[in-house]
């Protein structure tokens, strides 16, 4: 920003060109969209006396629509891709859990071989020693 702030006015035109330019070929929309209106803003008592600008400017804005909302459908159809494969997921992980099966058992360790399987093992090796 601070780089624009002292931008002289005719190097303003000739970046304008070139927004408009990186827009038509669709890169760096949101970095374009945001130099483009800190131009503006930034020097829009010179745009306004000088009149040359009015074509490249509705050209500059005419495409800023176009690419931020291709930009926003594109944001739209993977955020709503994402609460799909989000939602797909949550159901894989709760049609495999059945909180009825093991319920009678207290030992969740029991079966795996962990925990308190080798506990018991070792009490009765203790028990058969004595």
Aim: proline letters at 2%.
């Amino acid at each position: 920003e601070q780089s624009l702030m002292v931008l002289p006015f005719g190097h303003m035109e000739r970046l304008i060109h070139y927004l408009i330019i990186l827009l038509r070929s669709g890169r760096g929309v949101e970095i374009c969209s945001k130099v483009a209106v800190f131009l503006i803003k930034t020097h829009q008592s010179q745009i306004v006396v000088n009149h040359s600008l009015s074509t490249p400017l509705r050209e500059l804005q005419r495409l800023v629509k176009i690419r931020l909302a291709e930009a926003r459908d594109t944001v739209g159809f993977n955020l709503a891709a994402l609460r799909a494969v989000a939602k797909v997921d949550n159901d894989r992980k709760s049609a495999y859990f059945d909180p009825t099966v093991g319920a009678d058992k207290k030992d969740v360790w029991a079966g795996l071989g962990l925990g308190s399987d080798v506990a018991a093992a070792l009490q009765k090796r203790g028990n058969k020693k004595r």
